[in-house]
């Protein structure tokens, strides 16, 4: 799944999720948490049919609201019910970093390709 993931991320100009299951949610806070982490700066868009992701919406709103994470994390995901609204929303996002992960410098040295992380797990 992290190759995948990669992959994406390099050849992608946004991410695009339809309702789905646990693998799902996993990817789509990755690429939240790697985008609040100023990793990169690619809108995440969630298809909402028929209010899939309403409560998951609730979610990080009160997550933000008891300070559980910064609004610019909320501000991360793009909601919409229809392809045709995802597509316009998708070409209007404006990336607006968060203050603090601006901050953080993933590049090697003065190397300006971005570090590649390895998030594998060894047990």
Do not use: C
């Not at 190759?3 to 646990?22: C, E, H, V, Y």
């Not at 990755?30 to 309403?54: C, E, M, R, T, Y």
């Not at 909320?74 to 316009?88: H, K, L």
């Not at 996002?93 to 594998?120: C, E, T």
């Amino acid at each position: 799944m992290q190759d995948r993931i990669l992959k994406m991320l390099d050849n992608s100009d946004a991410f695009f999720a339809l309702p789905g299951g646990i693998g799902t949610l996993e990817e789509i806070f990755q690429i939240a948490s790697w985008a609040q982490l100023n990793i990169h700066h690619k809108p995440i868009g969630l298809l909402n049919v028929d209010g899939f992701f309403n409560k998951l919406l609730s979610f990080l709103d009160q997550a933000g609201e008891e300070n559980f994470i910064p609004h610019s994390a909320r501000q991360i995901f793009i909601f919409a019910s229809t392809a045709e609204e995802m597509v316009d929303k998708l070409e209007d996002f404006v990336y607006k970093p968060d203050p603090v992960a601006a901050q953080i410098d993933w590049s090697k040295g003065n190397n300006s390709k971005k570090r590649k992380m390895d998030l594998s797990l060894h047990l």
